[in-house]
């Protein structure tokens, strides 16, 4: 019987779906971040006693960075490993996520600072996510591998507010970041393993 199993540059079977899997659970754990405090700023606004203007930056603070890393990563791309890249995009991600969790309720400028870090990550590692599907699937199974991403993309932003709402509800503000830190942490050890040069990559 025959391995239907992709095969790597050295013509030996790998797991395609493992990598791919892993992609989607880092992305969706940053995809999250863009909408999971918009349902918590009045708890935030109280813990840290600030105003509400000053409480919207930690949203547009995010989207801004996010939306001028997104560029840059283009850039990025050309010079560097994919896998380097989001490697290290993740390890941004991570490093923001565990400031905004230990961030004292004394200085929401850290809370702030741990959020443009988580930002500068996620605008890194989406068209990342992107490079990636596009060169480990063949032509063929492209729309497949961008519908599965484009699925993960939609949805995290979409459960961002009904989940900060009941958590917010249940336990605390800083169980938004408490909860995705071991999340990520599995995803870069899981990320070390499956995603290798090995694997060929195809035209775009």
């Known amino acids: 019987m025959s391995d239907s199993r992709p095969l790597d540059i050295h013509g030996k079977p790998y797991n395609r779906t493992a990598l791919v899997l892993v992609l989607l659970i880092g992305t969706f754990c940053t995809v999250l971040n863009q909408t999971i405090l918009s349902t918590a700023f009045p708890t935030l606004m109280k813990a840290f006693d600030v105003s509400t203007s000053a409480v919207q930056?930690?949203?547009?603070?995010?989207?801004?960075?996010?939306?001028?890393?997104?560029?840059?990563?283009?850039?990025?791309?050309?010079?560097?490993?994919s896998k380097v890249l989001y490697m290290s995009a993740m390890t941004v991600f991570l490093l923001g996520t565990i400031i905004c969790y230990i961030a004292p309720t004394s200085s929401f400028a850290t809370l702030l600072i741990g959020r443009l870090i988580q930002a500068a990550g996620v605008g890194i590692s989406m068209p990342i996510l992107q490079t990636i599907m596009l060169t480990i699937f063949p032509p063929e199974k492209r729309g497949t591998a961008m519908g599965m991403a484009?699925?993960?993309?939609?949805?995290?932003?979409?459960?961002?507010?009904?989940?900060?709402?009941?958590?917010?509800?249940?336990?605390?503000?800083?169980?938004?970041?408490?909860?995705?830190?071991?999340?990520?942490?599995?995803?870069?050890?899981?990320?070390?393993?499956?995603?290798?040069?090995?694997?060929?990559?195809?035209?775009?």
């Open 57 to 81: 930056w930690l949203t547009t603070g995010f989207l801004l960075v996010n939306g001028i890393m997104i560029p840059i990563s283009a850039w990025l791309i050309n010079r560097f490993n």
């Open 150 to 204: 484009g699925i993960v993309i939609g949805l995290a932003p979409a459960l961002g507010p009904t989940l900060s709402g009941w958590i917010i509800d249940s336990y605390n503000w800083r169980v938004l970041f408490g909860m995705i830190i071991p999340i990520v942490l599995l995803v870069l050890v899981l990320a070390s393993f499956q995603y290798e040069e090995r694997y060929p990559t195809f035209e775009t």
